[in-house]
């Protein structure tokens, strides 16, 4: 493509999203190990979460985000994909990639890809995303974030199975109009920290000698430590790499994984309540799709309006984190 012809600007077009419809309360948590509502609510603001039945995987909340956006936008939402990217940690299978899966379930002339950030998966996948159309190498591509983590937590170990929940996101990143889409990306990680948060593979340990063990491993303090930090330096990294100012920000969507690591978060940057979206009450952590589906709420409940400037951060395993600024258009397909 002539560098005249490459688009100006790039951002998100369309969203869609899927939460399976098991919903599992702390009470019912509390059956199976020892803990109780009031020290999950107080800890982390969880009240309940979404879980996957025993025959959906990733792929199947893939499809079905993929369905809503379908739903809301027409099928044209899809004409034209050249790209899938999954961002997951929990794949059906390391090959074929879900995303592949995802390619041939809806037809499409696509390349097809798996991408694993741990929970900031789905903005470096929107950041690739950025990249491939903003070069030319790609016209537009269908970013997934799915995630099937109760299949992978330790239901013995009440000290991570209280966190996490099942979800999926659907998003397109195309051309938008001058003055739309995305204004900067943050990328990072520091795999000093990986012995604080993994899960096994194909080794039986981490280059530094820390042997993994079969299910999902978190030191929840050490992770809390990092996460308040990171959220505070990604957010200010993203604002000036846009040129912008905390004030110039309609609503910061962080990633829904602990409220008190939001709240935290939002207190050191001194961002007033209304600014800032929060529904881990009712999902968990769904990992690289918990932004997506906050995202999702706020559309819906008209906390988005076309022009916003909004503000993405996220951290997980790696240890990795990723934030980035995008001006929301509301496109007519
Ligand atoms: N119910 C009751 N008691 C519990 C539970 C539970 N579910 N879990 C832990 N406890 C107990 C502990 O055993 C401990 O008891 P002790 O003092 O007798 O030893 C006590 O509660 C306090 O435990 P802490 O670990 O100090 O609790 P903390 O206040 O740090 O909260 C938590 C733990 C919620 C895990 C917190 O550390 C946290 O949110 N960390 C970040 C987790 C996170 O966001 N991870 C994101 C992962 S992203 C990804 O990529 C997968």
């Given at each position: 493509m002539k560098p005249s012809s490459l688009p100006h600007a790039v951002g998100l077009t369309a969203l869609g999203t899927y939460v399976p419809s098991k919903v599992v309360t702390n009470h019912d948590l509390a059956k199976i190990v020892d803990t109780n509502d009031e020290w999950?609510?107080?800890?982390?603001?969880?009240?309940?979460?979404?879980?996957?039945?025993?025959?959906?995987?990733?792929?199947?909340?893939?499809?079905?985000?993929?369905?809503?956006?379908?739903?809301?936008?027409?099928?044209?939402?899809?004409?034209?994909?050249?790209?899938?990217?999954?961002?997951?940690?929990?794949?059906?299978?390391?090959?074929?990639?879900?995303?592949?899966?995802?390619?041939?379930?809806?037809?499409?002339?696509?390349?097809?890809?798996?991408?694993?950030?741990?929970?900031?998966?789905?903005?470096?996948?929107?950041?690739?995303?950025?990249?491939?159309?903003?070069?030319?190498?790609?016209?537009?591509?269908?970013?997934?974030?799915?995630?099937?983590?109760?299949?992978?937590?330790?239901?013995?170990?009440?000290?991570?199975?209280?966190?996490?929940?099942?979800?999926?996101?659907?998003?397109?990143?195309?051309?938008?109009?001058?003055?739309?889409?995305?204004?900067?990306?943050?990328l990072g990680s520091d795999g000093l920290g990986g012995k604080h948060l993994y899960m096994k593979c194909v080794a039986p340990s981490l280059p530094d000698g820390t042997m993994i063990q079969d299910k999902l491993y978190m030191n929840g303090r050490e992770v809390f430590k990092f996460a308040v930090r990171i959220m505070e330096s990604a957010t200010i990294q993203a604002l000036e790499k846009a040129d912008m100012k905390l004030e110039d920000i309609a609503l910061f969507i962080p990633h829904q994984a602990n409220y008190r690591i939001i709240d935290a978060a939002r207190a050191y940057l001194k961002l007033p309540l209304e600014k800032v979206m929060s529904n881990v009450e009712r999902y968990g952590n769904t990992s690289t799709a918990s932004i997506g589906i906050a995202m999702q709420e706020a559309l819906d409940t008209n906390r988005i309006k076309d022009g916003d400037d909004l503000l993405l951060v996220t951290f997980g395993a790696g240890l990795t984190w990723a934030s980035g600024v995008v001006r929301w258009y509301h496109k007519s397909f």
């Open positions: 999950v609510v107080s800890r982390t603001g969880i009240k309940e979460r979404r879980i996957s039945e025993d025959n959906e995987f990733v792929s199947t909340l893939a499809f079905r985000a993929v369905d809503n956006l379908v739903q809301k936008y027409g099928s044209a939402v899809l004409e034209g994909v050249d790209l899938v990217i999954v961002a997951t940690n929990t794949p059906d299978a390391l090959f074929p990639s879900t995303a592949a899966l995802v390619q041939s379930h809806f037809g499409l002339k696509a390349g097809a890809f798996d991408l694993l950030a741990a929970c900031p998966g789905w903005i470096y996948a929107l950041s690739a995303a950025h990249a491939y159309v903003k070069s030319g190498v790609c016209k537009k591509v269908l970013t997934i974030g799915s995630e099937v983590l109760s299949k992978v937590v330790d239901w013995t170990d009440r000290t991570t199975c209280v966190l996490f929940g099942d979800g999926a996101c659907a998003a397109i990143v195309e051309e938008v109009p001058d003055g739309y889409g995305f204004k900067s990306f943050v």
